[in-house]
Protein backbone atom coordinates (compact mmCIF):
# COMPACT_ATOMS: atom_id res chain seq x y z
CA UNK A 1 0.00 0.00 0.00
CA UNK A 2 1.20 3.52 -0.65
CA UNK A 3 1.70 6.45 1.74
CA UNK A 4 -1.13 8.21 -0.60
CA UNK A 5 -3.47 5.33 0.14
CA UNK A 6 -2.18 5.03 3.66
CA UNK A 7 -3.14 8.54 4.39
CA UNK A 8 -6.57 8.41 2.79
CA UNK A 9 -7.40 5.30 4.94
CA UNK A 10 -6.08 7.01 8.26
CA UNK A 11 -8.45 9.85 7.25
CA UNK A 12 -11.52 7.87 6.61
CA UNK A 13 -11.33 6.29 9.84
CA UNK A 14 -10.43 8.97 11.33
CA UNK A 15 -13.73 10.59 10.29
CA UNK A 16 -15.17 8.08 11.76
CA UNK A 17 -13.19 8.74 14.56
CA UNK A 18 -14.28 11.86 15.28
CA UNK A 19 -18.21 11.44 14.69
CA UNK A 20 -17.55 8.16 17.87
CA UNK A 21 -16.02 11.22 20.23
CA UNK A 22 -19.10 13.51 18.95
CA UNK A 23 -21.41 10.67 20.19
CA UNK A 24 -19.95 9.83 23.64
CA UNK A 25 -19.69 13.72 24.12
CA UNK A 26 -23.44 13.85 23.35
CA UNK A 27 -23.89 10.97 25.89
CA UNK A 28 -22.02 12.83 28.35
CA UNK A 29 -24.13 15.62 28.01
CA UNK A 30 -27.58 14.34 27.36
CA UNK A 31 -27.45 11.18 29.76
CA UNK A 32 -25.05 12.43 32.68
CA UNK A 33 -25.75 16.11 32.52
CA UNK A 34 -29.36 16.38 31.65
CA UNK A 35 -30.70 12.44 32.73
CA UNK A 36 -28.22 11.93 35.51
CA UNK A 37 -27.80 15.25 36.61
CA UNK A 38 -24.60 14.76 36.85
CA UNK A 39 -22.22 18.13 38.60
CA UNK A 40 -18.67 16.86 37.59
CA UNK A 41 -17.48 18.69 35.13
CA UNK A 42 -15.70 18.05 32.25
CA UNK A 43 -11.92 18.83 32.44
CA UNK A 44 -11.06 20.20 28.65
CA UNK A 45 -7.14 19.06 29.23
CA UNK A 46 -8.41 15.53 30.02
CA UNK A 47 -11.14 15.20 27.29
CA UNK A 48 -9.15 16.66 24.48
CA UNK A 49 -6.34 13.54 25.60
CA UNK A 50 -8.88 11.16 25.39
CA UNK A 51 -10.92 12.46 22.43
CA UNK A 52 -7.19 11.50 20.41
CA UNK A 53 -6.88 8.56 22.08
CA UNK A 54 -10.19 7.35 20.96
CA UNK A 55 -10.07 8.65 17.22
CA UNK A 56 -6.36 6.82 17.46
CA UNK A 57 -7.97 3.44 18.32
CA UNK A 58 -10.74 3.86 15.84
CA UNK A 59 -8.15 4.51 13.06
CA UNK A 60 -5.80 1.19 14.51
CA UNK A 61 -8.93 -0.88 14.05
CA UNK A 62 -9.49 0.23 11.13
CA UNK A 63 -6.42 -0.27 9.56
CA UNK A 64 -5.66 -3.71 10.71
CA UNK A 65 -9.40 -5.14 10.81
CA UNK A 66 -11.57 -2.93 9.09
CA UNK A 67 -10.51 -2.54 5.50
CA UNK A 68 -9.09 -5.73 4.77
CA UNK A 69 -11.57 -8.24 3.27
CA UNK A 70 -12.06 -11.81 4.50
CA UNK A 71 -10.12 -14.25 2.93
CA UNK A 72 -7.24 -15.68 4.98
CA UNK A 73 -6.23 -16.60 8.62
CA UNK A 74 -2.83 -18.15 8.74
CA UNK A 75 -0.49 -17.89 11.30
CA UNK A 76 3.47 -17.31 10.86
CA UNK A 77 5.20 -17.81 13.94
CA UNK A 78 8.74 -17.50 11.97
CA UNK A 79 10.54 -15.21 14.44
CA UNK A 80 11.86 -12.10 11.81
CA UNK A 81 10.79 -13.85 8.34
CA UNK A 82 8.96 -10.65 7.87
CA UNK A 83 12.33 -8.59 8.05
CA UNK A 84 14.17 -11.48 6.42
CA UNK A 85 11.79 -11.59 3.02
CA UNK A 86 11.77 -7.34 3.06
CA UNK A 87 15.56 -7.86 2.84
CA UNK A 88 15.73 -10.46 0.31
CA UNK A 89 13.14 -8.48 -2.03
CA UNK A 90 14.03 -5.28 -0.59
CA UNK A 91 11.06 -4.26 -1.49
CA UNK A 92 9.81 -0.59 -0.23
CA UNK A 93 6.21 -1.53 0.06
CA UNK A 94 7.49 -4.72 2.65
CA UNK A 95 9.87 -1.88 4.47
CA UNK A 96 7.52 0.42 5.06
CA UNK A 97 4.87 -2.04 6.24
CA UNK A 98 7.29 -3.09 8.59
CA UNK A 99 8.30 0.25 9.72
CA UNK A 100 5.01 0.99 10.13
CA UNK A 101 3.84 -1.43 12.48
CA UNK A 102 6.58 -0.25 14.50
CA UNK A 103 5.35 3.47 14.04
CA UNK A 104 1.81 2.72 14.80
CA UNK A 105 1.60 1.51 18.42
CA UNK A 106 4.47 4.61 19.58
CA UNK A 107 0.90 7.06 20.26
CA UNK A 108 -0.26 4.31 22.08
CA UNK A 109 2.85 4.25 24.51
CA UNK A 110 2.96 7.99 24.56
CA UNK A 111 -0.68 8.28 25.32
CA UNK A 112 -1.54 6.22 28.40
CA UNK A 113 0.97 7.59 31.07
CA UNK A 114 -0.75 10.48 30.11
CA UNK A 115 -4.26 8.78 30.82
CA UNK A 116 -3.42 6.89 33.52
CA UNK A 117 -1.12 7.46 35.99
CA UNK A 118 -0.30 3.97 37.51
CA UNK A 119 0.66 3.29 33.56
CA UNK A 120 3.93 5.64 34.44
CA UNK A 121 5.19 2.32 35.63
CA UNK A 122 6.87 0.88 32.78
CA UNK A 123 6.39 -2.75 32.75
CA UNK A 124 2.38 -1.70 32.80
CA UNK A 125 2.80 0.48 29.91
CA UNK A 126 4.49 -2.38 28.35
CA UNK A 127 2.17 -5.13 28.93
CA UNK A 128 -0.78 -2.80 27.90
CA UNK A 129 1.25 -2.89 24.24
CA UNK A 130 1.90 -6.38 24.27
CA UNK A 131 -1.89 -7.38 25.18
CA UNK A 132 -3.43 -4.90 23.18
CA UNK A 133 -1.10 -6.05 19.69
CA UNK A 134 -2.00 -9.83 21.06
CA UNK A 135 -5.69 -8.62 21.07
CA UNK A 136 -5.99 -7.72 17.29
CA UNK A 137 -3.24 -10.59 15.91
CA UNK A 138 -6.37 -12.59 17.37
CA UNK A 139 -9.07 -10.57 16.05
CA UNK A 140 -7.11 -10.91 12.95
CA UNK A 141 -7.07 -14.35 12.82
CA UNK A 142 -10.48 -15.02 13.79
CA UNK A 143 -11.80 -13.00 11.05
CA UNK A 144 -9.60 -13.98 8.24
CA UNK A 145 -9.20 -10.77 7.72
CA UNK A 146 -5.13 -10.96 8.44
CA UNK A 147 -2.10 -13.35 9.18
CA UNK A 148 -1.63 -13.87 12.90
CA UNK A 149 2.39 -13.02 12.76
CA UNK A 150 5.15 -13.25 15.65
CA UNK A 151 6.79 -10.10 14.26
CA UNK A 152 3.74 -8.00 14.46
CA UNK A 153 3.26 -8.55 17.87
CA UNK A 154 7.11 -7.63 18.30
CA UNK A 155 6.97 -4.55 16.14
CA UNK A 156 3.69 -3.18 17.73
CA UNK A 157 5.04 -3.80 21.60
CA UNK A 158 8.76 -2.10 20.14
CA UNK A 159 6.62 0.98 18.85
CA UNK A 160 4.40 1.09 22.16
CA UNK A 161 7.67 0.82 24.14
CA UNK A 162 9.37 3.67 22.09
CA UNK A 163 6.64 5.73 22.49
CA UNK A 164 6.82 5.29 26.26
CA UNK A 165 10.22 6.10 26.12
CA UNK A 166 9.69 9.45 24.36
CA UNK A 167 6.66 11.12 26.97
CA UNK A 168 8.20 9.81 30.05
CA UNK A 169 11.44 12.08 28.56
CA UNK A 170 8.88 14.95 28.51
CA UNK A 171 7.02 14.53 31.74
CA UNK A 172 10.38 14.15 33.36
CA UNK A 173 11.37 17.72 31.88
CA UNK A 174 7.71 19.35 32.63
CA UNK A 175 7.71 17.59 36.36
CA UNK A 176 11.49 18.66 36.76
CA UNK A 177 12.37 14.77 37.72
CA UNK A 178 14.69 14.67 35.12
CA UNK A 179 17.37 11.27 35.89
CA UNK A 180 19.60 11.42 32.90
CA UNK A 181 20.66 7.11 33.61
CA UNK A 182 16.82 6.13 33.81
CA UNK A 183 15.91 8.29 30.56
CA UNK A 184 18.83 7.10 28.83
CA UNK A 185 17.69 3.52 29.35
CA UNK A 186 14.18 4.22 28.32
CA UNK A 187 15.48 5.41 24.77
CA UNK A 188 17.57 2.32 24.28
CA UNK A 189 14.74 0.58 22.27
CA UNK A 190 14.52 3.95 20.47
CA UNK A 191 18.59 4.09 19.61
CA UNK A 192 18.93 0.21 18.77
CA UNK A 193 16.04 0.45 16.22
CA UNK A 194 17.69 3.74 14.45
CA UNK A 195 21.01 1.71 14.35
CA UNK A 196 19.65 -2.20 13.17
CA UNK A 197 17.37 -0.32 9.93
CA UNK A 198 20.67 2.02 9.36
CA UNK A 199 23.09 -1.57 9.16
CA UNK A 200 20.43 -3.10 7.05
CA UNK A 201 20.32 -0.19 4.93
CA UNK A 202 23.97 0.64 4.57
CA UNK A 203 25.25 -3.57 4.40
CA UNK A 204 22.21 -3.49 1.15
CA UNK A 205 23.67 -0.58 -0.26
CA UNK A 206 27.61 -1.76 -0.24
CA UNK A 207 26.57 -5.23 -1.55
CA UNK A 208 28.04 -5.21 -4.80
CA UNK A 209 24.44 -7.28 -6.61
CA UNK A 210 21.30 -7.43 -5.35
CA UNK A 211 19.65 -9.67 -3.61
CA UNK A 212 16.63 -12.90 -4.43
CA UNK A 213 12.87 -12.77 -3.89
CA UNK A 214 12.95 -16.46 -4.51
CA UNK A 215 15.25 -16.68 -1.27
CA UNK A 216 13.77 -18.52 1.86
CA UNK A 217 13.10 -16.34 4.57
CA UNK A 218 13.11 -19.87 7.04
CA UNK A 219 14.08 -23.17 6.54
CA UNK A 220 11.32 -26.18 6.43
CA UNK A 221 11.00 -28.74 8.70
CA UNK A 222 11.86 -31.71 6.23
CA UNK A 223 11.77 -34.38 8.91
CA UNK A 224 8.04 -35.37 8.29
CA UNK A 225 8.88 -34.82 4.11
CA UNK A 226 10.40 -37.42 2.02
CA UNK A 227 12.27 -36.47 -0.85
CA UNK A 228 12.58 -38.67 -3.81
CA UNK A 229 14.32 -38.50 -7.17
CA UNK A 230 15.77 -40.33 -10.00
CA UNK A 231 18.22 -37.80 -11.43
CA UNK A 232 22.11 -37.54 -11.21
CA UNK A 233 23.69 -34.92 -9.24
CA UNK A 234 27.28 -33.84 -9.80
CA UNK A 235 29.91 -32.68 -7.29
CA UNK A 236 31.61 -30.64 -10.61
CA UNK A 237 32.35 -26.86 -9.71
CA UNK A 238 31.44 -24.63 -12.14
CA UNK A 239 31.32 -21.03 -12.90
CA UNK A 240 28.44 -19.09 -14.33
CA UNK A 241 27.95 -15.39 -15.93
CA UNK A 242 26.05 -12.28 -14.10
CA UNK A 243 24.31 -9.71 -16.62
CA UNK A 244 23.24 -6.74 -16.05
CA UNK A 245 19.85 -4.77 -16.94
CA UNK A 246 19.13 -1.41 -17.44
CA UNK A 247 17.70 0.08 -13.89
CA UNK A 248 15.46 3.47 -14.73
CA UNK A 249 14.20 6.07 -12.90
CA UNK A 250 11.42 8.23 -13.13
CA UNK A 251 13.20 10.95 -15.86
CA UNK A 252 13.17 8.01 -17.84
CA UNK A 253 10.24 6.36 -17.25
CA UNK A 254 8.51 9.57 -18.80
CA UNK A 255 10.72 9.65 -21.69
CA UNK A 256 9.81 6.34 -22.44
CA UNK A 257 6.31 7.26 -22.05
CA UNK A 258 6.02 10.31 -23.70
CA UNK A 259 8.05 8.54 -27.22
CA UNK A 260 5.19 5.79 -26.81
CA UNK A 261 2.75 8.31 -26.88
CA UNK A 262 4.16 9.95 -29.67
CA UNK A 263 3.75 7.12 -31.82
CA UNK A 264 -0.22 7.41 -31.30
CA UNK A 265 -0.26 10.93 -31.96
CA UNK A 266 -1.42 11.82 -28.14
CA UNK A 267 0.70 13.51 -25.03
CA UNK A 268 0.92 12.44 -20.93
CA UNK A 269 -1.90 13.62 -19.11
CA UNK A 270 0.63 14.84 -15.99
CA UNK A 271 -2.38 15.07 -14.42
CA UNK A 272 -3.37 11.56 -13.92
CA UNK A 273 0.65 10.05 -13.64
CA UNK A 274 0.11 7.82 -10.19
CA UNK A 275 3.30 6.85 -8.90
CA UNK A 276 4.11 3.55 -7.50
CA UNK A 277 7.28 2.12 -5.66
CA UNK A 278 9.04 1.15 -8.60
CA UNK A 279 6.47 1.79 -11.23
CA UNK A 280 4.73 4.46 -12.39
CA UNK A 281 1.29 4.60 -14.17
CA UNK A 282 0.43 7.51 -17.33
CA UNK A 283 -2.40 8.42 -18.94
CA UNK A 284 -3.02 9.79 -22.52
CA UNK A 285 -4.39 13.31 -22.74
CA UNK A 286 -6.75 12.16 -25.01
CA UNK A 287 -7.93 9.48 -22.67
CA UNK A 288 -7.53 6.56 -25.16
CA UNK A 289 -4.19 5.05 -23.76
CA UNK A 290 -2.69 3.77 -20.43
CA UNK A 291 1.08 2.69 -19.73
CA UNK A 292 2.55 1.04 -17.47
CA UNK A 293 6.57 1.33 -16.84
CA UNK A 294 8.63 -0.74 -14.27
CA UNK A 295 12.35 1.30 -13.35
CA UNK A 296 14.03 -2.10 -12.97
CA UNK A 297 14.66 -3.52 -17.17
CA UNK A 298 12.17 -0.62 -18.30
CA UNK A 299 9.64 -3.14 -19.09
CA UNK A 300 6.12 -1.68 -20.23
CA UNK A 301 2.30 -2.40 -20.53
CA UNK A 302 1.08 -0.37 -23.21
CA UNK A 303 -3.18 -0.05 -22.73
CA UNK A 304 -5.36 1.13 -26.16
CA UNK A 305 -8.72 1.34 -24.23
CA UNK A 306 -10.87 0.60 -27.82
CA UNK A 307 -12.98 -2.34 -29.00
CA UNK A 308 -11.10 -4.02 -31.36
CA UNK A 309 -11.17 -7.53 -33.63
CA UNK A 310 -8.30 -9.19 -33.49
CA UNK A 311 -6.13 -10.18 -37.18
CA UNK A 312 -5.35 -13.81 -37.05
CA UNK A 313 -2.95 -16.06 -38.51
CA UNK A 314 -0.13 -13.09 -38.36
CA UNK A 315 3.60 -14.20 -38.70
CA UNK A 316 6.09 -13.45 -36.53
CA UNK A 317 7.57 -11.17 -39.42
CA UNK A 318 4.29 -9.27 -39.40
CA UNK A 319 4.26 -8.39 -35.96
CA UNK A 320 7.78 -7.87 -35.51
CA UNK A 321 7.45 -4.82 -38.27
CA UNK A 322 4.41 -3.64 -36.56
CA UNK A 323 5.94 -3.62 -33.14
CA UNK A 324 8.79 -1.73 -34.62
CA UNK A 325 6.85 1.49 -34.71
CA UNK A 326 6.94 1.49 -31.60
CA UNK A 327 10.72 1.39 -31.47
CA UNK A 328 10.61 -2.34 -30.37
CA UNK A 329 13.78 -3.92 -31.57
CA UNK A 330 13.55 -7.88 -31.66
CA UNK A 331 15.75 -10.25 -33.57
CA UNK A 332 15.36 -12.05 -36.71
CA UNK A 333 13.91 -15.52 -34.71
CA UNK A 334 12.35 -15.80 -32.03
CA UNK A 335 9.82 -18.34 -30.27
CA UNK A 336 6.30 -17.46 -31.45
CA UNK A 337 3.29 -18.36 -30.93
CA UNK A 338 -0.79 -17.37 -32.06
CA UNK A 339 -2.82 -17.27 -29.51
CA UNK A 340 -5.70 -16.44 -31.71
CA UNK A 341 -8.06 -13.62 -32.39
CA UNK A 342 -5.00 -11.54 -33.05
CA UNK A 343 -3.11 -11.95 -30.00
CA UNK A 344 0.19 -13.29 -29.87
CA UNK A 345 3.31 -13.91 -28.04
CA UNK A 346 6.97 -13.94 -28.48
CA UNK A 347 9.50 -15.82 -26.32
CA UNK A 348 13.37 -14.94 -26.12
CA UNK A 349 15.92 -16.99 -23.72
CA UNK A 350 18.77 -14.88 -23.51
CA UNK A 351 19.27 -14.49 -27.21
CA UNK A 352 22.26 -12.97 -28.30
CA UNK A 353 21.14 -9.67 -29.86
CA UNK A 354 23.54 -6.93 -31.48
CA UNK A 355 25.68 -6.06 -28.05
CA UNK A 356 23.05 -7.32 -25.72
CA UNK A 357 21.49 -10.92 -24.35
CA UNK A 358 17.51 -10.52 -25.25
CA UNK A 359 15.19 -12.78 -22.56
CA UNK A 360 11.42 -12.39 -21.24
CA UNK A 361 8.00 -12.57 -22.69
CA UNK A 362 6.34 -10.00 -24.93
CA UNK A 363 2.41 -10.76 -25.01
CA UNK A 364 0.81 -8.17 -27.58
CA UNK A 365 -3.04 -7.52 -29.42
CA UNK A 366 -3.39 -6.43 -33.15
CA UNK A 367 -6.83 -5.32 -34.75
CA UNK A 368 -7.93 -5.97 -38.10
CA UNK A 369 -6.77 -2.78 -38.91
CA UNK A 370 -2.93 -3.21 -38.58
CA UNK A 371 -2.90 -1.17 -35.40
CA UNK A 372 -0.78 -2.49 -31.63
CA UNK A 373 -3.64 -2.19 -29.40
CA UNK A 374 -1.85 -3.02 -26.72
CA UNK A 375 1.36 -4.66 -25.30
CA UNK A 376 3.09 -6.27 -22.44
CA UNK A 377 6.76 -6.23 -23.31
CA UNK A 378 8.36 -8.39 -20.52
CA UNK A 379 11.77 -8.52 -23.00
CA UNK A 380 14.58 -7.40 -20.93
CA UNK A 381 18.11 -6.18 -22.64
CA UNK A 382 21.08 -7.57 -20.43
CA UNK A 383 24.73 -6.74 -20.64
CA UNK A 384 27.59 -9.65 -19.00
CA UNK A 385 28.81 -8.61 -16.16
CA UNK A 386 30.93 -10.76 -14.65
CA UNK A 387 31.73 -14.69 -13.86
CA UNK A 388 31.05 -16.01 -10.37
CA UNK A 389 31.76 -19.55 -9.13
CA UNK A 390 27.96 -21.06 -8.38
CA UNK A 391 26.86 -24.31 -6.16
CA UNK A 392 27.42 -27.63 -7.65
CA UNK A 393 23.70 -29.33 -8.49
CA UNK A 394 24.46 -31.27 -5.99
CA UNK A 395 25.08 -28.91 -3.45
CA UNK A 396 21.50 -27.18 -4.61
CA UNK A 397 19.90 -30.24 -3.97
CA UNK A 398 21.41 -30.48 -0.78
CA UNK A 399 19.63 -27.44 0.08
CA UNK A 400 16.46 -28.90 -0.68
CA UNK A 401 17.18 -31.47 1.93
CA UNK A 402 18.38 -28.79 4.28
CA UNK A 403 14.80 -27.39 4.07
CA UNK A 404 16.79 -24.03 2.60
CA UNK A 405 13.84 -23.08 -0.09
CA UNK A 406 11.51 -20.76 -0.38
CA UNK A 407 7.68 -22.78 -0.08
CA UNK A 408 3.93 -21.18 0.65
CA UNK A 409 4.22 -21.82 4.40
CA UNK A 410 0.58 -23.18 4.24
CA UNK A 411 1.73 -25.78 1.64
CA UNK A 412 4.70 -26.61 3.99
CA UNK A 413 2.51 -27.39 7.15
CA UNK A 414 0.65 -30.34 4.53
CA UNK A 415 3.59 -31.56 2.80
CA UNK A 416 4.49 -35.15 2.77
CA UNK A 417 6.37 -35.39 -0.47
CA UNK A 418 8.85 -34.08 -2.67
CA UNK A 419 9.31 -35.91 -5.75
CA UNK A 420 12.16 -33.80 -7.87
CA UNK A 421 11.93 -34.58 -12.05
CA UNK A 422 14.47 -32.56 -13.37
CA UNK A 423 16.36 -29.29 -13.13
CA UNK A 424 18.47 -26.82 -14.76
CA UNK A 425 20.39 -23.78 -14.57
CA UNK A 426 18.57 -20.37 -14.94
CA UNK A 427 18.30 -17.02 -14.43
CA UNK A 428 16.06 -14.36 -11.80
CA UNK A 429 16.62 -10.78 -11.80
CA UNK A 430 17.76 -9.21 -8.29
CA UNK A 431 16.64 -5.98 -6.57
CA UNK A 432 19.36 -4.33 -8.29
CA UNK A 433 18.81 -5.09 -12.09
CA UNK A 434 21.51 -8.38 -11.88
CA UNK A 435 20.37 -11.33 -13.87
CA UNK A 436 21.69 -14.04 -11.53
CA UNK A 437 21.91 -17.81 -12.15
CA UNK A 438 19.70 -20.00 -10.07
CA UNK A 439 18.78 -23.70 -9.97
CA UNK A 440 15.29 -24.26 -11.33
CA UNK A 441 14.17 -27.46 -9.85
CA UNK A 442 10.82 -29.12 -11.37
CA UNK A 443 9.37 -30.88 -8.86
CA UNK A 444 5.86 -32.74 -7.96
CA UNK A 445 4.79 -31.54 -4.17
CA UNK A 446 2.15 -33.95 -3.05
CA UNK A 447 1.78 -35.49 -6.67
CA UNK A 448 1.16 -31.28 -7.60
CA UNK A 449 3.89 -30.31 -10.63
CA UNK A 450 5.24 -27.49 -9.15
CA UNK A 451 9.11 -25.64 -9.21
CA UNK A 452 11.70 -24.55 -6.41
CA UNK A 453 14.29 -22.31 -6.86
CA UNK A 454 17.56 -22.39 -5.43
CA UNK A 455 20.01 -18.92 -5.85
CA UNK A 456 23.11 -20.29 -7.70
CA UNK A 457 26.24 -18.15 -6.35
CA UNK A 458 28.69 -19.17 -4.09
CA UNK A 459 28.38 -17.12 -0.29
CA UNK A 460 31.69 -15.61 -0.34
Known amino acids: MRIYDLIQLARQYMLLGVIVVILLLT ?79 VPLGFMIPLLFKKCKRWYITYLIGFGATLFIEILQLISKRGIFELDDIINNTLGCIIGYGIVIFFISIYEKRYKVLTNIIYQI ?44 FNDKSNKAYVYKAAVGDKEEAIKIASEIFSKVNTKIDESQNDEYDDTIVFKSQDGNYSLWVDYIGNTTWFIYHKEFKGKENLSYKDVQALLSKFDIDLP ?45 NNIISYKPYKEYEILTSKEAYNKILNGEFKIYDEFAKNLDKIEIIDFKLSYSLDTKGFYQPIYNFDVKLDGEKSQIHIPAIKDK
Open 189 to 232: PLIITVISFSIIFITYSKKELGNLSITNSYNIDMSTIDVSSNVD
Open 27 to 105: GYFLLYKKLMKGTDKLNKFKFGLWSIFVIYIVVVLGATIGHRASAYGNINLHLFSSYKNAYNSFSIREWRNIILNILMF
Open 332 to 376: KDASFEDNGEGRYSIYLDMVKFKDVYLDGQLNCKIGEDDKVYGFS
